[in-house]
C-alpha cells in the first residue's frame, strides 16, 4: 500500500477492514509490534517500545476526522 | 472519537503508570477543511488543529505517511490498545469506548500490581462490546470536515443498507466495529 492509497481522499467504509483486525492485526497475548514514531510537540522520534518499558501503555488511534 | 472521555481517563490513571498517547494516524473522514495527508506537514498541521479544538493533553504521536505502525496494528480509524510493561498485548479494541477500557485497564493494573502475591493464570479472551454513540457530535464533526465528509458518509450509508437503530441479538447487527458477516451477506 503506497502512502496515496493509505491516505485515501474520499471515505468508503469496508467491512473488510474489521474482518482484518479480528483475524490479521496482532491479538491479546503476543508482544506488540514497535515502530518509529514522531513526537508532534517536540518533533522527536520516538520508539513504541519506549511507551511499555517501565509503564502500562494505552494507545488510542485516531484522526481529527 | 472519544477524545474527551479519554482525555479524562488518562487524567485519572497517570499516577498509576499508565502512560496515555493518541497516535496520529491518517483522516477517517477527509474534506474540504481537513483533506487527506499528502506530507508529513499535513499530518502535523491537522494533528495540531485537533489538540487545540479537542483540549488533548496527552502526549501526541504521528505516525509515518505510509501509515506504517497504524497498518500493523489494523488500521481501524479509532482503535484502543493496552500493551502492558514488557510488551505484551493486554487488550485491544476495534473501537474506542472509555467504559469498555476503563474496565480492561483495571484488569490490567489489578495484574500488574498484584502478580508478586498472587498466583495467575493467563488466558487469551474475547468478547463483544456495546457503547453509546453521540450521532449529533459526530455529524457535527463531519460538517466541520467539510461537505465532502458529510456526502461520504451519507454514500456509506445507502450503499451498505447500515443503520444506527439499536441492535438485536442476532448474529451480525449492523454496528460500527462489527466484523460478522450472517449467512446471507456477500
Do not use: C
Amino acid at each position: 500500500m503506497t502512502p496515496s492509497e493509505y491516505n485515501y481522499s474520499e471515505f468508503v467504509a469496508s467491512q473488510d477492514e474489521f474482518n482484518d483486525f479480528a483475524l490479521h492485526a496482532p491479538k491479546v497475548t503476543m508482544r506488540a509490534p514497535s515502530f518509529p514514531l514522531e513526537d508532534l510537540a517536540t518533533g522527536r522520534t520516538v520508539e513504541m517500545r519506549e511507551l511499555w518499558k517501565s509503564e502500562i501503555a494505552l494507545i488510542e488511534f485516531g484522526s481529527f476526522t | 472519537m472519544a477524545a474527551e472521555s479519554m482525555e479524562r481517563l488518562a487524567g485519572q490513571y497517570a499516577n498509576r503508570a499508565v502512560r496515555s498517547v493518541f497516535l496520529y494516524t491518517r483522516e477517517a473522514h477527509p474534506a474540504e477543511n481537513y483533506r487527506h495527508h499528502r506530507s508529513m506537514d499535513d499530518k502535523r498541521h491537522h494533528a495540531r488543529a485537533f489538540v487545540e479544538h479537542s483540549s488533548v493533553r496527552r502526549q501526541v504521536l504521528l505516525d509515518d505517511l505510509a501509515g506504517t505502525a497504524h497498518r500493523a496494528y489494523g488500521m481501524l480509524p479509532n482503535m484502543t490498545w493496552i500493551i502492558g510493561r514488557g510488551g505484551m498485548i493486554h487488550y485491544k479494541s476495534a473501537w474506542t469506548s472509555e467504559a469498555d477500557v476503563a474496565d480492561a485497564l483495571k484488569g490490567v493494573l489489578e495484574f500488574h500490581e498484584n502478580r508478586a502475591k498472587n498466583k495467575w493464570v493467563a488466558f487469551y479472551s474475547e468478547r463483544v462490546a456495546w457503547s453509546p454513540r453521540d450521532m449529533r457530535a459526530f455529524k457535527q464533526g463531519l460538517e466541520r470536515n467539510g461537505a465532502q465528509a458529510v456526502a461520504d458518509y451519507e454514500r456509506m450509508i445507502e450503499a451498505t443498507k447500515a443503520t444506527r437503530t439499536a441492535p438485536s441479538e442476532e448474529i451480525g447487527p449492523r454496528i460500527p466495529g462489527n466484523y460478522y458477516k450472517a449467512e446471507n451477506e456477500s
